[in-house]
């Protein structure tokens, strides 16, 4: 459903219909979902189009020139849709998906969704491009308890237990030597699928950078809430063969790495977004605490 029109935006709105789109006027105008930014739908002579408005304090998260750096390497390679605009404040345009579906859970774990998304993960991982934008888990996961630390947000009270045996987890997985980086999404949520114009688009790039390509595949797996045949289905589909222990051992590792990170992410968001980021991060949180007591150290 969509959200309320942030009354503020209209004259950032028109501003940029006249002097990046390059018409006059427009119609239907109307917001779309979004956790953090704020992006509307607009009409105009020239075609329909999307705006993206970076919401209040993301300028201390995202890095908006590595975002238009994978964003621009997303449309190359074709998994995105064409990008018009890319400004420093993180103002971006881009066209609209017409017919567009956003994914949810339930359409992601239909088998031909599946290998919709392993294919897209495999076009991006084996691109051959390195972007030059880090995405290091851990010490990103540093960088945002130093930010909890500046905002006086709490953390839960066995954080620091949890935390630890999730880096006995990274001791064990990082003796097998350190996974190839390679361009990865990063933040592949069922929003970020969108179904049009006969295919499947990923969007948003925010968090892109170079990581382990098993980071993606663990993460639509929490997302759309994968079981034991739909994980199958994916790594078959992207590794092109039955994958081994090791795999499945790093797979799961990265389940438990999205969380612990994403948990912290929610946190420093809640200074600016209040419940419902608190109810994220913790949702993260327990979901993290139970897929470590299913994890074989």
Known sequence: MAKEIVERDLILIDDIVKNVIGVDSYSNLFKLEG?????????????????????EGT?????????????????????????LYFGEDG??????ISNAITMTPELLREPVHIKQVAKIFKILHTSNVDTGVPFEVFDMAKGYEDLLMTNNVGLYDDYHDIKQIVMTIKEKVDKNGKAKRVPCHNDPLCGNWV?????????DWE??????GMWDLADISIEAVYGPKEDEILLKEYFGYEPSEKDMYKFNANKIYLDYLWTLWGLTRVPFDGEELADYALNRYNRLKENLKKFSL
Do not use: H
């Open 35 to 55: 956790l953090t930014n704020r992006s509307y739908s607009v009409n105009t002579e020239k075609g329909q189009f999307v705006i993206r408005i970076p919401g």
């Open 59 to 83: 300028e201390e998260l995202i890095n908006r020139d590595n975002e238009r750096i994978s964003t621009e390497l997303a449309c190359k390679i074709g998994i995105d849709e064409e990008l």
């Open 91 to 96: 103002i971006k345009v881009t066209g609209y």
């Open 195 to 203: 179904e049009g114009n006969g295919r499947m688009y990923l969007i």
């Open 207 to 212: 968090y892109a950078g170079m990581n382990d």
